[in-house]
């Protein structure tokens, strides 16, 4: 179906919606007639400044053969020459399908991989990145976890950064994080390699994820803080394993055994829906050789050289030197990147 009778079609299903609502539709009808509308709402908004352009257009082209209203007329056909190809793009971007996902709040994971306590130290500057990133955002910003190695590094961290599509920004972030410096221990001068992987999670609700509590083992223990440190008296710390999935969850961040429970199934059922929402993108994208946005962990993603102060993206080749920037949580460059390379991608499926 070519673009024109697709918008036709969008805008007269608009007026039919308009139409049954204005006859006094109720209970679940009318609910879902209003969902539907305001869904397309914007994309019809859209489609009316395309056809005021076209008119504008064809306006325009008439009046070329008059003398006197020429000049004008070609300078009007010159703003909408670029104007009407950018409207039909915005058109097409906002009829791609909605990753349902991508308006939640999102749970942070981060873990040093490779490189001992360098991997520690820089899994700790990545995460402040991220927190000054969701502040400069307006995002709240909450540890539900940090682990440090007492050394100025983490061992693990998570954070629930809530706020308006915290996922669609922070999705990209998922995989690895590769580091190339000369670490303050080395005394030779030479540049050592480390890894840091990090998991991004759309926040799941109770409604998303179905957990038998029959198929949850509960263990609680003693917390025991970084040398020895906030060591607490009584058995606050829990552990939850998911039986079916093999999925395991420690939380010892709180004194109180009942909201580290609360934090570990919050975490628990992020993993669970993003592990149903992998299995689910699998099958439908098989046969998608783009990577952006599956959050394979595998793959590693971006490396930050200090060095030459460059920090380079792999999976869209763009490479900024402004290491010092990036690394207080300056990132839109990469991710409005990332999110247009996607939306490249799926936009050239569809065709």
């Known amino acids: 179906m070519n673009l024109a009778l697709k918008l036709d079609r969008i805008a007269a299903r608009a007026d039919e919606l308009r139409a049954m609502l204005s006859e006094g539709l109720s209970g679940e009808t009318y609910v879902k007639a209003s969902k539907e509308l305001s869904e397309i709402e914007p994309v019809v908004a859209r489609i009316g400044n395309l056809r005021e352009a076209e008119r504008a257009r064809e306006d325009a082209s008439a009046l070329l053969g008059d003398p006197e209203m020429k000049e004008l007329a070609e300078a009007e056909l010159f703003d909408l020459k670029d104007r009407i190809p950018a409207l039909e793009h915005e058109i097409q971007l906002a009829l ?16 040093p991989a490779a490189g001992g306590d360098e991997a520690g ?6 995460f402040a990145m991220y927190q000054k990133y969701a502040e400069g955002r307006g995002w709240k910003f909450e540890i539900l976890e940090y682990s440090d190695t007492g ?23 998922s995989g690895v994080h590769r580091v190339q410096r000369v670490p303050a221990t080395e005394s030779q001068g030479r540049i050592h390699t480390s890894t840091v992987t990090v998991a991004v999670m759309p ?8 957990i038998d509590e029959g ?26 394993t998911h039986l079916p999935t093999g999925i395991v969850v420690a939380m010892q961040e709180e004194r109180s055994q009942h909201k580290n429970r609360a934090k570990a199934m919050k975490i628990l059922r992020a993993r669970m ?20 946005g599956t959050g394979d962990r595998s793959e590693r993603i971006r490396t930050y050289n200090f060095p030459q102060g460059r920090v380079t993206d792999h999976r869209i080749n763009l490479t900024l030197y402004k290491i010092d920037r990036v690394m207080i949580g300056e990132l839109d460059e990469f991710i409005d990147a990332l999110t247009a390379e996607d939306q490249s991608a799926r936009l050239a499926a569809q065709e």
């Open 215 to 240: 198929d949850l083992r509960i263990d609680v223990y003693r917390a025991s803080g970084a040398g020895g440190q906030h060591v607490n008296k009584t058995e606050s710390a829990v552990r939850i």
């Open 273 to 292: 829906y993003e592990q149903q929402r992998a299995s689910l993108h699998a099958t439908r994208a098989a046969d998608r050789k783009s990577q952006v």
């Open 203 to 210: 926040e799941a609700e109770e409604i998303d994820v179905q």
């Open 96 to 111: 791609l399908p909605k990753d349902e996902a991508d308006a939640r709040s999102a749970i942070l994971e981060l873990r």
């Open 151 to 173: 050394l100025g590094g983490l061992k693990e961290a998570s954070a629930e950064v809530n706020g308006r599509n915290v996922f669609a920004r922070l999705k990209y972030e």
């Open 121 to 126: 130290l820089f899994a700790a500057e990545l």
